[in-house]
């Protein structure tokens, strides 16, 4: 499938309700009708990741995108600030997607871990654009992170310097 890749969409933002920045990225295929989009926001800024997940997901007739918790991406001038604001920002990313030219209005999202997180915390305000989810993994914080059956969880000790420490991921 021949994908078309906008300059623009590489650097795409999406005003937050209290005028946060979020970066977000879109693939379309070429010469495609109005489509609904499959969607991803994620703490895990990684653009080589997110071109690959986008791209599959226009591989496969749907507006590819991915979008990034605030303060998390290079387009984002924020502060990172994960979990405390990703419902509402999420559905603010929903809403603009649902707006954009060659949307059909539809948007859905799949993904674990944060990523199928954000998709509950997007459930809980509703969006009307919103029409499936496919969560895995999902972390449930204060039930099953940081701790599970009373035992703390050993990947949460460097999952916030991995995650939330810099714009992309902290391998080191």
């Known amino acids: 499938l021949l994908l078309q890749i906008a300059t623009d969409d590489a650097d795409a933002t999406v005003r937050a309700a209290d005028g946060s920045q979020l970066a977000a990225l879109i693939v379309r295929p070429a010469n495609a009708a109005a489509?609904?989009?499959?969607?991803?926001?994620?703490?895990?800024?990684?653009?080589?990741?997110?071109?690959?997940?986008?791209?599959?997901?226009?591989?496969?007739?749907?507006?590819?995108?991915?979008?990034?918790?605030?303060?998390?991406?290079?387009?984002?001038?924020?502060?990172?600030?994960?979990?405390?604001?990703?419902?509402e920002d999420v559905v603010a990313v929903i809403d603009w997607i649902a707006a954009q030219p060659g949307s059909?209005?539809?948007?859905?999202?799949?993904?674990?871990?944060?990523?199928?997180y954000v998709q509950w915390a997007a459930l809980k305000h509703r969006p009307k654009a919103l029409k499936a989810i496919a969560a895995s993994a999902t972390l449930a914080p204060g039930i099953d992170v940081p701790m599970e059956g009373g035992i703390f969880l050993n990947f949460m000790y460097p999952w916030p310097f991995y995650a939330a420490s810099n714009r992309s991921l902290d391998d080191a």
């Open 104 to 116: 059909d209005g539809r948007v859905g999202m799949f993904g674990g871990s944060h990523i199928g």
């Open 35 to 87: 489509l609904p989009a499959r969607r991803q926001f994620t703490v895990y800024a990684n653009d080589d990741w997110a071109w690959g997940d986008a791209k599959r997901m226009a591989a496969h007739g749907y507006a590819g995108v991915v979008a990034y918790t605030r303060g998390k991406g290079r387009r984002s001038t924020d502060a990172i600030v994960a979990w405390e604001r990703d419902g």
